[in-house]
């Protein structure tokens, strides 16, 4: 199984997770700064020190094979309050990191949004607010107008995961419980969002490709029953049925609307009723969406439920101690036969495969990046100071088999993304949750590769996966 020649072997990294920095150089402050210490959390200083340490890492990219990088712009640097004034060192510093890159051959591909709304403007309610749509889409043709060098951009990392969590399971700031109005509301608003600033984008003839990347991850019913299979469909349709559409569609179906609403129902809320204005943005943008990315690390097999709900977060890698039961939703349920990682995410390749070939039946869907995947683990460095991450290696493997496949049935996915490039903390499961293909020493900030940067670089040149 050969990769094309100009398959982007890259590593993902998000602002919030990696710079640190968090009041330096002017920035404003992020919702994140408050909940993590109002909930006696982390710290997200100093992360892995990417602000400082950046060229490091750019270094090792050039070192070890990768030829892209995600990397997201804190849009408090740029707008520290989230609107009007601009920081002029925020605007600086991404020139600099951005010029790095580049100098060096190592693509950055740019998001806008990566989970770090403003801390003011996600009080106010985030995308369910209209004044929050207008400062992003402020902010987005900001950084469009500003950062020429940039060709590849993407409006949002994960609508669905930034919503859920936001207002149903309450695990990211605000951490609101169970309000599936407001998770909807904020999908939409994004998915609005996303459409406008990629209209945006087109109608003032940029220079490059402009994408969104999804959290798109396959839900199964447990087994035949009719309820499950159900089960499996309402949970696809709030969780991937509406990013789906709207950004390869232009509009969202009347099933994934009825299941939406009897979700929204069930629990006691109205029907969501989209406002014709946002629909019309959609229509225009999606023939005009250059690339999809999909970030994906696990599958999900569903029960029916209608008892309360319950959401309980593994965020320590207690395995076992996870446990999803949303009202309309379902249950999901951990199947015995599939390995987990020890945060209970369950590890299927055929997943990926099976969503590749979903998205890629679109005629919208013209290029594909998996922009996120990889395989969270406690790790600590040998005595030979390297990781022997062997069942990363063996994840990547087989999910990267899995991109293969469906590019010899016909998908065109164009780059595959590690996350992470290096260690970073995760939102929710602090910093001992390990991905990157480089070790970060959080006292020192040295980097050390692993095992898996070995292979990774071995594999860049070959090109061919056995
Ligand atoms: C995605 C996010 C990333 C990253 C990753 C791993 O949802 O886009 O920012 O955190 O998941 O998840 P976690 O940190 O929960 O292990």
Not at 18 to 42: H, I, P, Q, R, S
Not at 45 to 55: L, N, Q, R, T, V
Not at 124 to 141: I, M, P, S
Not at 368 to 373: C, F, G, P, Q, V
Request: a negative charge; aromatic letters at 16%.
């Amino acid at each position: 199984m050969k990769f094309k020649d100009d398959f982007i072997f890259g590593g993902a990294t998000a602002a919030y997770q990696c710079e640190g920095a968090t009041k330096e150089d002017g920035k404003g402050l992020v919702c994140w700064d408050v909940f993590y210490e109002e909930n006696d959390l982390y710290d997200p200083d100093p992360a892995s020190g990417f602000y400082h340490e950046y060229k490091q890492d750019i270094d090792n990219c050039v070192k070890f094979g990768i030829n892209g990088i995600r990397i997201s712009i804190a849009w408090t640097r740029i707008f520290p309050q989230g609107f009007s004034e601009v920081n002029q060192k925020g605007v600086d510093h991404y020139h600099d990191l951005f010029k790095y890159c580049l100098d060096n051959g190592v693509e950055p591909y740019v998001t806008l949004h990566h989970f770090d709304t403003p801390y003011e403007l996600n009080i106010d309610g985030d995308f369910t607010n209209e004044k929050v749509r207008e400062d992003f889409l402020a902010y987005a043709k900001f950084c469009l107008d500003e950062f020429t060098e940039v060709k590849k951009w993407a409006s949002f990392n994960e609508i669905w995961p930034w919503s859920v969590n936001q207002f149903i399971t309450g695990t990211f700031p605000p951490g609101k419980k169970y309000r599936f109005d407001l998770a909807v509301e904020n999908i939409h608003g994004m998915l609005t969002c996303h459409a406008k600033a990629l209209n945006y984008f087109k109608d003032n003839n940029k220079e490059g490709e402009f994408g969104v990347i999804h959290s798109l991850e396959t839900y199964y019913p447990i087994d035949e029953k009719a309820e499950n299979i159900e089960a499996a469909k309402r949970y696809d349709a709030i969780a991937n049925g509406l990013c789906i559409e709207s950004v390869l569609a232009g509009r969202y179906s009347q099933e994934t609307l009825d299941r939406v609403n009897y979700i929204l129902e069930v629990n006691g809320f109205d029907k969501f009723v989209a406002e014709e204005a946002d629909l019309a943005e959609m229509r225009k943008a999606s023939p005009r969406l250059d690339f999809l990315g999909i970030n994906s690390y696990q599958a999900h097999w569903m029960k029916e439920y209608e008892g309360e709900n319950l959401h309980i977060h593994n965020g320590t890698g207690d395995k076992g101690s996870f446990k999803s039961q949303l009202k309309g939703m379902g249950e999901e349920v951990k199947r015995d036969d599939i390995p987990k990682t020890d945060w209970d995410w369950s590890i299927y390749p055929q997943g990926l495969y099976d969503m590749i070939m979903r998205v890629s039946a679109y005629d919208n869907c013209k290029k594909i990046y998996i922009t996120e995947n990889g395989l969270g683990l406690k790790e600590k460095l040998n005595s030979e100071k390297t990781v022997n991450d062997d069942a990363r290696i063996d994840y990547v493997r087989d999910h990267l088999k899995a991109v293969l496949k469906a590019n010899e049935n016909g998908a065109n996915v164009a780059g595959y993304f590690l996350w992470s490039l290096m260690d970073m903390f995760s939102w929710s499961n602090g910093y001992n949750k390990r991905y990157g293909f480089f070790f970060v020493d959080f006292d020192t900030l040295e980097r050390y590769p692993k095992k898996s940067a070995y292979w990774w670089k071995e594999l860049t040149e070959i090109k061919e996966l056995n």
